[in-house]
């Protein structure tokens, strides 16, 4: 069984659309995160959940809407896309503070 | 703002020969320390962990060590294999924050 799961694994969308990326964990952790990985690996957090509230929101345009409709999930809505949305978007979720474990990414291609 | 950064982006590692991937880190209220290794198209991977109090930890074949005093992380790997081709990342977690900073990264490539 997958600990981390999101779908899809890769997106390939056009300017101005807008998308979705899920993430579901079976782990039974009560925080969940979205990173983002750009074109040189930097992985940057986006969002942090800790029983479905948002806790960390790191300065991420408002195109981005996380939702967590329960504590195993962990959406990523995107609007209006731009070319610079382009990169891998990972999931990750982790016990309260510890150890993280990471889905395996969607790579979003704005064209 | 503060983060975790490693000192060599790529490093070459002969098979058999032992890794050492080094970190500095800038925020001294961490106390929270991982390394995960991250392979061609998948997400990051855990590796070990450490916390403040302690300054060696040793894994399967990986050891990380922590030096607090002059904000030093180091993960060291025993008899690299070609399977520990991959990127990997040192990351800290400040406490009482919910989330983890990762530095940029190290390449290691293992040679036959």
């Known amino acids: 069984d997958t600990a981390v799961s999101q779908t899809p694994k890769y997106l390939v969308t056009q300017m101005g659309n807008d998308k979705s990326i899920k993430c579901e964990q079976n782990?039974?952790?009560?925080?969940m995160y979205w990173y983002k990985q750009d074109s040189k690996k930097f992985l940057k957090i986006m969002f942090s959940?800790?029983?479905?509230?948002?806790?960390i929101n790191e300065t991420v345009p408002n195109r981005f809407s996380p939702k967590s409709p329960d504590k195993a999930h962990l959406n990523l809505h995107i609007n209006s896309l731009e070319l610079g949305d382009s990169a891998v978007y990972f999931c990750?979720?982790?016990?309260?503070?510890?150890?993280?474990?990471f889905g395996q990414g969607t790579r979003l291609t704005v064209v | 703002g503060e983060s975790v950064g490693l000192h060599l982006p790529t490093l070459s590692v002969q098979e058999g020969d032992n890794s050492i991937i080094n970190c500095a880190y800038s925020?001294?209220?961490?106390?929270?320390f991982i390394w995960y290794k991250q392979e061609s198209g998948k997400g990051p991977q855990f590796i070990i962990d450490?916390?403040?109090?302690?300054d060696k930890r040793q894994g399967q074949r990986v050891t990380v060590l922590l030096n607090k005093t002059v904000k030093h992380l180091s993960l060291q790997i025993a008899a690299t294999q070609p399977g520990d081709s991959a990127v990997y990342f040192c990351?800290?977690?400040?406490?009482?924050?919910?989330?983890?900073?990762f530095g940029a990264g190290t390449t290691v490539t293992v040679r036959a």
């Open positions: 450490i916390r403040s109090n302690m």
């Open positions: 782990l039974g952790h009560d925080t």
């Open positions: 990750a979720s982790s016990q309260s503070r510890g150890r993280a474990f």
């Open positions: 990351a800290e977690n400040k406490d009482g924050d919910y989330k983890l900073s």
């Open positions: 925020n001294s209220a961490s106390d929270y």
């Open positions: 959940y800790n029983n479905k509230e948002l806790i």
